[in-house]
């Protein structure tokens, strides 16, 4: 399908100190679809300021590794998922883009040829969404809801906001894919709002069509504390309302309570800046 479509295909790996688990990602990846079949012409992780040996052991598995503050390093940068992608635009060719997270202990290089199928197979399609069976903490057993983000904040404001996208299992999976033709027009929210702004972006520029989702199987990941699923659930709101033409606040920060922190409350910025389209980047 690659050979007469004649895309070429980039497997971006966003990561922040994950020395643990972006090895075996990289060298799976590699060893089955670089090396054992053609599939896979460029192989790159982002590493977003990493405090750990994140670059060096994918570079060591296979990658090419470039640094979030050494890209396009005139323009800034931000710590974020949504800025690594972003300026993923500006070292790869590729003409189809697929993400893949770095925290991965549960899955397969088919999660790469699943997402690449519908792209390759119709034109039409712009953007390709993972859903799976995600293994939860206790006892190892796999759980069809997508994710506390997901259930509780991101499809109910599908369901409220853009009931046409209701149908999408996983608004915020990690594991997406889309043409760099669309990627390079749309702008980036620096952070985790980047799977929704690009799921509802798609939609509102080019309808529901231009939009597959893939059933990967399952999949274990890293889970992330309550604190920090609130600054991710801010950021998706923040998104969410800038879609929607409401104001965004030009500064957010949120209070957070817990009992080490001095006085009980410590404060987070969120992080609801965004980057514009890359092609309007000198």
Do not use: C, N
Request: charged letters at 25%; a negative charge; hydrophobic letters at 40%.
């Amino acid at each position: 399908m690659k050979e007469r479509s004649g895309e070429s295909v980039g497997v971006v790996i966003p990561a922040r100190d994950e020395e643990a688990s972006v090895g075996e990602v990289v060298e799976r990846i590699r060893g089955e679809l670089m090396e054992t079949a053609p599939l896979v012409d460029e192989l790159v992780v982002m590493d977003s300021l990493s405090s750990d040996g994140t670059a060096d052991r994918a570079r060591r598995s296979g990658a090419v590794v470039h640094s979030v503050a050494q890209v396009r390093s005139d323009l800034g940068v931000y710590a974020g998922k949504g800025e690594a992608l972003w300026k993923s635009l500006f070292v790869t060719s590729s003409s189809v883009l697929v993400f893949v997270d770095a925290d991965l202990t549960e899955w397969g290089p088919h999660f790469v040829t699943g997402l690449l199928g519908p792209l390759l197979g119709d034109q039409k399609t712009l953007l390709v969404k993972g859903f799976y069976d995600r293994v939860l903490d206790i006892g190892g057993e796999p759980s069809t809801q997508g994710g506390r983000v997901t259930e509780l904040v991101a499809r109910p404001l599908l369901a409220m906001r853009w009931p046409e996208l209701s149908a999408v299992v996983q608004p915020l999976a990690g594991e997406w894919a889309i043409r760099r033709s669309l990627f390079e027009r749309l702008s980036v929210p620096v952070g985790y709002g980047v799977e929704f702004a690009t799921l509802v972006d798609t939609w509102s520029q080019h309808g529901l069509a231009a939009i597959a989702q893939v059933d990967l199987g399952r999949r274990g990941h890293r889970h992330q504390t309550v604190h920090d699923l609130g600054l991710m659930a801010t950021e998706i709101l923040a998104v969410a309302d800038s879609r929607s033409g409401l104001p965004a606040p030009r500064q957010v920060e949120l209070a957070q309570y817990g009992r080490t922190a001095p006085g009980g409350w410590h404060t987070r910025e969120v992080p609801t800046w965004e980057r514009p389209p890359a092609v309007t980047v000198a």
